[in-house]
């Protein structure tokens, strides 16, 4: 019964690390945007404060390009990756209070998706880190101990 609780701890990891990768590839696609075709960007300057559109896509891109890096680490379950999601998807629920005076639905659709990540990243992360089994030995040395103890017979 036990482990089929950390099993459901394991897909909420997975999860967040899913919701990571999606989130940091909006914002590199985001970035892009800003930095390509600064047109293209439906910015209201009474309602958000931004001093350089250039300067947003360069933290755009930068941010989602850590994001996607800590999101492909968490699929694997290393403690560094959660970590540093922990600390990036804090500080993008912080920027996204900014941006509900411009954009009201997406910052509540991101500080939502943002929520769930850290709830997924913060709540039992032993017993899903356990449940992946990446702490273990790889699967090819004992086949490889297997394979030289048979040859010297």
Do not use: C
Not at 28 to 39: H, N, P, R, S, T
Not at 91 to 109: K, T
Request: no cysteine.
């Amino acid at each position: 019964m036990a482990a089929k609780g950390s099993g459901a701890w394991a897909g909420w990891v997975l999860f967040a690390g899913t919701l990571l990768l999606v989130t940091g590839l909006i914002n590199v696609f985001q970035g892009i945007v800003a930095l390509v075709d600064d047109e293209r960007l439906a910015l209201t300057p009474s309602r958000l404060v931004i001093v350089d559109v250039t300067g947003l896509g360069w933290t755009l891109l930068i941010a989602g390009l850590l994001m996607i890096g800590a999101g492909a680490g968490l699929l694997v379950a290393q403690t560094w990756a959660r970590i540093v999601s922990i600390i990036l998807v804090s500080l993008h629920l912080i920027i996204q209070i900014a941006w509900l005076g411009a954009y009201p639905v997406w910052s509540l659709l991101m500080i939502t998706l943002d929520t769930v990540i850290l709830f997924a990243l913060t709540a039992r992360w032993s017993d899903a880190q356990e449940n992946l089994g990446l702490d273990e030995v790889p699967m090819s040395a004992p086949k490889a101990a297997g394979h030289r103890a048979t040859s010297a017979n």
